[in-house]
Every structure is written in structure tokens, then in C-alpha cells.
């Protein structure tokens, strides 16, 4: 548990580095990214989720009303179920969305906290602008596309009776590893250390890393703190970075 708690720690660390007076203003952009797409997302939510799951709901009626003695009791379950599914998903598209929007700018952030956070004199890798965000724009997409991958396979979960109730806790758990590896990123790149690198670091550190994406993951469900998770996250994961991974990372 001791791992679990570095990583859990470095994420909430990330609250008092983006008040700190030579770091907020690297904060100002990614949190106005942040917070104008997490509006976007909670008025399409309040408008479309409601009504997708009664639609879905109407159209499977006639196969839950077979099950006559379990239909109140299924109904409100696999709606929560639903809604819950639809909510987490539309989080992680915008956030992704935003993370990739924000990306130059996280970038920023998480160099401005790595110098602050040792005495040493930190050596990044430099290379022209075009070529960094192309390389930042492959990474969210082949992120995105296994995103998407893995999401439908434990969506099947959701066909499953009785199982579908474990979605929204494997849910949890496959975005606390998504979210570790989403945020370690700004860190590990501006060090030349790309996606390959990077989960197989995190393959290494697996508790850590499910620490790290718990307080991530939190912090997104909770209201108002949403708003500004991404930056706290990036300065977080600096952190945990900086504490508990770049040295294994520098002996190989």
C-alpha cells in the first residue's frame, strides 16, 4: 500500500503547486482549455444522456418485461448502470480532447514545476516546435484509439446480467491506469521518453500508478474540482515523477 500512496500523494500534491506565484501563470491556459470543455460536456450530458438511456431502456422493455419478477428491480439498475456508462465516457472524450488541445501549455507547466522541485540544473530534450507537436499528436491518437479499444470490450460487461453491475468498478480501475499514463506523459516526454517508455515504466510501477489515476479519477467526478484537475494533475504528476520515477528510469 505504500506505492499506492506515492502515487496518490503525487497527484494531490499538484494542489498547492498551482498556487504557488511563479507557477500559476503557466496555470491559466490549460485551466481555461479545461474548464470551457468540461462546461461543453456537462450541457450536452444534462441534454442528451437522460434521454439516450430512456430510449435504450424502451427499446429493450419487451426483453426486461419477460423477467416479470425482477423488472422493478432491474429497470433502476441497469438505468444507473447506463447513465453511469454514458456519463464516464463523454468525461474521458472531452478530457482527452482538452488534454490534447492543452498539450504545448501542459507542457510548459510541467517544466516550470520538474526546475522548481530539485537544485540540479534540468536538461530537457530540445527539438523544433512542429516536430514535438507532431509527436504530442500521435501519442493522443494511438492513446485515443486503444482508448477505444479496450472501452468496448469492458463495455460488454454491460450485456452481461448480473456482471454488469462490476462496470462501474472496472470502469474505475481502467481509467485510474488511462489517467496515470495520460498525465505522466508531460514529464516523461519533456525528457524524451515517449509512449513505449512510458508504459513500460509504468508496467513497473503498477500500484503507483493505480494510486496516481485514483486521485486523477476523483478528482474528475468531483464537481468544481473538475474544473481545475487538469493542471493540478500535470503538476502532480511532476511530482510523482520527479520523486518516485526518474531514477529508475536514469540507472537503465
Same mark, same amino acid.
Given at each position: 500500500? =505504500?506505492?499506492?500512496?506515492?502515487?496518490?500523494?503525487?497527484?494531490?500534491?499538484?494542489?498547492?503547486?498551482?498556487?504557488?506565484?511563479?507557477?500559476?501563470?503557466?496555470?491559466?491556459?490549460?485551466?481555461?482549455?479545461?474548464?470551457?470543455?468540461?462546461?461543453?460536456?456537462?450541457?450536452?450530458?444534462?441534454?442528451?444522456?437522460?434521454?439516450?438511456?430512456?430510449?435504450?431502456?424502451?427499446?429493450?422493455?419487451?426483453?426486461?418485461?419477460?423477467?416479470?419478477?425482477? *423488472?422493478?428491480?432491474?429497470?433502476?439498475?441497469?438505468?444507473?448502470?447506463?447513465?453511469?456508462?454514458?456519463?464516464?465516457?463523454?468525461?474521458?472524450?472531452?478530457?482527452?480532447?482538452? =488534454?490534447?488541445?492543452?498539450?504545448?501549455?501542459?507542457?510548459?507547466?510541467?517544466?516550470?514545476?520538474?526546475?522548481?522541485?530539485?537544485?540540479?540544473?534540468?536538461?530537457?530534450?530540445?527539438?523544433?516546435?512542429?516536430?514535438?507537436?507532431?509527436?504530442?499528436?500521435?501519442?493522443?491518437?494511438?492513446?485515443?484509439?486503444?482508448?477505444?479499444?479496450?472501452?468496448?470490450?469492458?463495455?460488454?460487461?454491460?450485456?452481461?446480467?448480473?456482471?454488469?453491475?462490476?462496470?462501474?468498478?472496472?470502469?474505475?480501475?481502467?481509467?485510474?491506469?488511462?489517467?496515470?499514463?495520460? *498525465?505522466?506523459? *508531460?514529464?516523461?516526454?519533456?525528457?524524451?521518453? *515517449?509512449?513505449?517508455?512510458?508504459?513500460?515504466?509504468?508496467?513497473? =510501477?503498477?500500484?503507483?500508478?493505480?494510486?496516481?489515476?485514483?486521485?486523477? =479519477?476523483?478528482?474528475?467526478?468531483?464537481?468544481?474540482?473538475?474544473?481545475?484537475?487538469?493542471?493540478?494533475?500535470?503538476?502532480?504528476?511532476?511530482?510523482?515523477?520527479?520523486?518516485?520515477?526518474?531514477?529508475?528510469?536514469?540507472?537503465?
Amino acid at each position: 500500500m =505504500n506505492d499506492f500512496f506515492k502515487g496518490f500523494g503525487g497527484a494531490l500534491s499538484g494542489f498547492t503547486w498551482i498556487l504557488r506565484p511563479k507557477i500559476r501563470r503557466f496555470v491559466y491556459i490549460p485551466l481555461a482549455i479545461n474548464a470551457l470543455l468540461f462546461i461543453s460536456a456537462f450541457v450536452l450530458l444534462r441534454q442528451y444522456a437522460g434521454h439516450w438511456v430512456a430510449s435504450w431502456i424502451g427499446e429493450k422493455n419487451d426483453w426486461i418485461g419477460m423477467l416479470q419478477w425482477s *423488472y422493478d428491480l432491474i429497470v433502476p439498475v441497469l438505468t444507473f448502470v447506463l447513465y453511469a456508462a454514458f456519463v464516464l465516457i463523454a468525461y474521458f472524450l472531452f478530457s482527452s480532447v482538452a =488534454n490534447l488541445i492543452a498539450a504545448p501549455f501542459n507542457a510548459l507547466l510541467s517544466k516550470a514545476v520538474e526546475k522548481r522541485l530539485t537544485s540540479e540544473s534540468v536538461q530537457y530534450l530540445e527539438q523544433p516546435l512542429l516536430k514535438e507537436i507532431v509527436i504530442m499528436v500521435k501519442t493522443e491518437i494511438v492513446k485515443l484509439v486503444r482508448f477505444v479499444g479496450l472501452s468496448v470490450l469492458i463495455l460488454l460487461l454491460l450485456l452481461i446480467p448480473g456482471l454488469n453491475m462490476l462496470f462501474p468498478i472496472v470502469w474505475f480501475i481502467f481509467m485510474a491506469y488511462v489517467l496515470s499514463l495520460q *498525465y505522466v506523459d *508531460y514529464p516523461m516526454a519533456n525528457h524524451g521518453y *515517449y509512449y513505449k517508455e512510458q508504459r513500460q515504466l509504468l508496467r513497473c =510501477n503498477r500500484m503507483q500508478r493505480l494510486g496516481f489515476g485514483t486521485a486523477a =479519477n476523483l478528482m474528475l467526478l468531483v464537481p468544481v474540482v473538475n474544473f481545475i484537475a487538469m493542471p493540478v494533475c500535470v503538476c502532480g504528476a511532476t511530482v510523482w515523477w520527479r520523486q518516485h520515477l526518474y531514477h529508475q528510469v536514469e540507472k537503465d
